[in-house]
């Protein structure tokens, strides 16, 4: 039986800012077995989605009575390295408030190149190294880390731009949404969880079909979770086989929905 209701994939996008209509950023969802559609933003002026309002949306959704799971393609934290070189506890509620202190990136003509310049924020007392790396990235394999700015695929701008709207929508939801696996391994069944992905992984696996590479992207989200959950092995992703040490260490940086633990790989366990 399927742990979820429904599911929503975003292909995420760091250009511009809060409230730019973005091509690139990019919604789709599928009730229960249905196949994933496109979700549009509310008619106006702007063509696109913003990053308010995809946030926006999100907090409605996941207020609904429907057990939700969301996959949005950025970083939701950083290596351990950062917070030990910027002395800050390894607590992620903790993190996302400094973080938005720092790169208030969720405030109104705001870019995150502003930050960057020193323009606006103090991004400069919070900066980290394009070398550090999370674990699930290095595990991933091919994810870049959150710092390599300026480079084809890069997740670092996306991720600048998209971590004060998790705070948004924590503040918001509070407990109605669970952030996985910040929040714990163990999903309690009927929440509606969020979670970080990484298309990469599952994109090639389904047609392309006249979709561009940000529809595309988020309409593998959706299709990979809704088969994964349905099909039985969604358990074992939420679940991953790290050592203890590990998991404590993804309760800190987060981890990549998806990426397997070391004995799942070698199986070649997948949906």
Same mark, same amino acid.
């Given at each position: 039986?399927?742990?979820?209701?429904?599911?929503?994939?975003?292909?995420?996008?760091?250009?511009?800012? #809060?409230?730019?209509?973005?091509?690139?950023?990019?919604?789709?969802?599928?009730?229960?077995?249905? #196949?994933?559609?496109?979700?549009?933003?509310?008619?106006?002026?702007?063509?696109?989605?913003?990053? @308010?309002?995809?946030?926006?949306?999100?907090?409605?959704?996941?207020?609904?009575?429907?057990?939700?799971?969301?996959?949005?393609?950025?970083?939701?934290? *950083?290596?351990?390295?950062?917070?030990?070189?910027?002395?800050?506890?390894?607590?992620?509620?903790?993190? &996302?408030? $400094?973080?938005? @202190?720092?790169?208030?990136?969720?405030?109104?003509? %705001?870019?995150?190149? *502003?930050? @960057?310049?020193?323009?606006?924020?103090?991004?400069? +007392?919070?900066?980290?190294?394009?070398?550090?790396?999370?674990? %699930?990235?290095?595990?991933?394999?091919?994810?870049?880390?959150? *710092?390599? *700015?300026?480079?084809?695929?890069?997740?670092?701008?996306?991720?600048?731009?998209?971590?004060?709207?998790?705070?948004?929508?924590?503040?918001?939801?509070?407990?109605?949404?669970?952030?996985?696996?910040?929040?714990?391994?163990?999903?309690?069944?009927?929440?509606?969880?969020?979670?970080?992905?990484?298309?990469?992984?599952?994109?090639?696996?389904? +047609?392309?079909?006249?979709?561009?590479? $940000?529809?595309?992207?988020?309409?593998?989200?959706?299709?990979?979770?809704?088969?994964? $959950? @349905?099909?039985?092995?969604?358990?074992?992703?939420?679940?991953?086989?790290? &050592?203890?040490?590990?998991? +404590?260490?993804?309760?800190?940086?987060?981890?990549? &929905?998806?990426?397997?633990?070391?004995?799942?790989?070698?199986?070649?366990?997948?949906?």
């Amino acid at each position: 039986m399927a742990a979820f209701a429904r599911y929503i994939g975003i292909d995420y996008s760091g250009a511009e800012t #809060p409230t730019a209509s973005l091509k690139g950023l990019r919604a789709y969802i599928a009730e229960g077995a249905a #196949p994933p559609v496109e979700v549009l933003p509310p008619p106006s002026p702007r063509k696109y989605w913003t990053r @308010r309002g995809i946030a926006e949306w999100l907090v409605e959704r996941l207020a609904e009575d429907a057990p939700t799971l969301v996959g949005i393609d950025h970083g939701f934290s *950083f290596p351990l390295r950062y917070f030990e070189t910027h002395h800050l506890l390894p607590d992620w509620p903790a993190f &996302l408030d $400094d973080f938005q @202190r720092h790169w208030p990136t969720d405030e109104d003509h %705001t870019y995150v190149d *502003f930050v @960057r310049d020193g323009a606006v924020g103090k991004g400069a +007392a919070r900066a980290g190294n394009s070398r550090w790396r999370r674990l %699930t990235e290095a595990r991933a394999g091919s994810a870049k880390s959150v *710092f390599h *700015f300026d480079v084809q695929g890069q997740v670092a701008k996306s991720t600048h731009a998209g971590i004060p709207w998790l705070r948004f929508i924590r503040q918001r939801l509070g407990s109605r949404a669970y952030f996985w696996p910040f929040d714990g391994w163990g999903i309690p069944a009927g929440r509606s969880v969020i979670a970080e992905v990484y298309p990469a992984l599952w994109s090639r696996s389904f +047609a392309k079909e006249g979709r561009t590479g $940000d529809q595309h992207d988020a309409f593998s989200i959706v299709a990979w979770l809704s088969l994964a $959950d @349905r099909q039985g092995s969604l358990a074992a992703f939420l679940d991953p086989d790290l &050592l203890p040490e590990e998991r +404590a260490m993804a309760q800190v940086e987060g981890w990549i &929905l998806g990426v397997p633990g070391p004995a799942m790989a070698t199986k070649g366990v997948g949906a």
